[in-house]
């Protein structure tokens, strides 16, 4: 097998701001595989200050596995590329062909200056999504109070609403913020506080239902979250859980605990946009998926991971030869 990295980075429209801290850009690790005549594409981009290794060592991951491909890399974004690029080489051998298909995504807005937040929701919702989420929690409670009513009153009936705090809340603190603004336009809120021990409480409190994101990268905190029965959401990030295996593994124990499942990018670049695509496709095609961050960046991404009116759309791909 011959594996090939390239670098290279992508830039942020406008800075996102999280709980984690604020990111700009991404740097991206593109992974070719090719065996007998198939081919097979990943992607890793590690990111600060969401329990990844750093892009030094994703490098020094891929570049051994790239000497030697029996021995797979351990470390999670660059597991997550090479299974990527290893189920798409499978899939091209098979020579079956994905059918064509599209996913509903949500729209991505995070600004705190209130005439930016104020344009992307109006944008979001002019372009046709079904579904904007709001990052929380990366300033005071009173400014997300506020935000939070904006993004209500503008989004109005046309569409849900979704939070995601990125665990930066107290309880007591999520509370006040979902109890103080007119919440009924709120369908999910991801990570309101760092220990799930709380969000039941949360979601009986305020009726909003709890999405496990950053808590599902490990099988031990999956266990604690379903035994406490602390969300009814799994938010997978195949570019983060170590690739289309593992993401279909707990989108199954999900769907055994009547949990439902989103898939979403983790500011993905196209070839990770991409897989994540197919795998919406695959596993909860109904969901509106966190997978609509192409346009947040200045380069322009591949059509097929551009959202047309809220939707990603897969063409018909690898279509089996035919013999005449
Ligand atoms: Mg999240």
Known sequence: MLITLNERTLQLR??????HGTTTHRKIIEITVQQDGFFGYGESAPLPGFGLETFEETQAALAEWSKNPHSLPTLPAALSGAATALDYLEQSKSQI???AGSVAVQALVSATNISSLEKQITDAINDGYSAVKLKVAASDAMTDIKRIDIAVKLIDNQAVLRLDANGGWTTREALDVLTSTNTSRVALVEEPTSDPENW???????????????????????NRLVDLEAAQTFVLKPSVLGGPPPTREIASEAARNNINVIISSFLDGPIALRAARDLA?????LEIHGLGTAPLFVEDLPIDVQPVNGYLRRPQTNAPKTFI
């Open 14 to 19: 406008s800075p996102i701001a999280t709980a």
């Open 281 to 285: 496709l695959e596993l909860a095609p």
């Open 97 to 99: 062909g994905l059918p």
């Open 200 to 222: 039941q409480q949360i979601y009986e409190e305020t009726g909003i239902c709890i999405g496990a994101d950053e808590h599902l990268t490990d099988q031990a905190q999956i």
